[in-house]
């Protein structure tokens, strides 16, 4: 049973700084993208970033320069750092994982985390 668990989120003063961490763990084969969304209060999921190897990187506009992903493929970990964090980004946090979960096959099966909830107050 594959299993992706968020960790690190909280309630924080605009301006100021949380890491979120998202652990995947059980049967796994490979892992290919690893990203991060959320969804805020009346607002439909949001992609914030991803990341293919851990080199390669892509972020969504609204948190372009202020956040950064990064990946530790030895601990199938993937991180994001928030800096500069504003009331706009209070939400639940997702983690999203593409992984190969069976063997002899390349086919990857998209995991998804819980969620945790990031407070950001003004």
């Known amino acids: 049973q594959v299993q992706l668990v968020e960790s690190g989120g909280g309630v924080v003063q605009a301006g100021g700084s949380l890491r979120l961490t998202c652990a995947a763990s059980?049967?796994?084969?490979?892992?290919?993208?690893m990203a991060w969304y959320r969804r805020a209060p009346g607002k439909q999921r949001e992609l914030v970033a991803t990341t293919t190897d851990g080199l390669t990187t892509t972020y969504g506009d609204s948190v372009r320069g202020r956040f950064t992903v990064s990946r530790d493929n030895a601990k199938k970990t993937i991180y994001l750092q928030m800096n500069s964090l504003n009331p706009d980004d209070t939400a639940v946090y997702f983690c999203?994982?593409?992984?190969?979960?069976?063997?002899?096959?390349?086919?990857?099966?998209?995991?998804w985390g819980q969620g945790t909830q990031v407070t950001v107050s003004p």
């Open positions: 059980g049967r796994i084969y490979g892992i290919g993208v």
């Open positions: 999203n994982a593409k992984i190969r979960a069976f063997p002899y096959t390349d086919r990857e099966i998209d995991y």
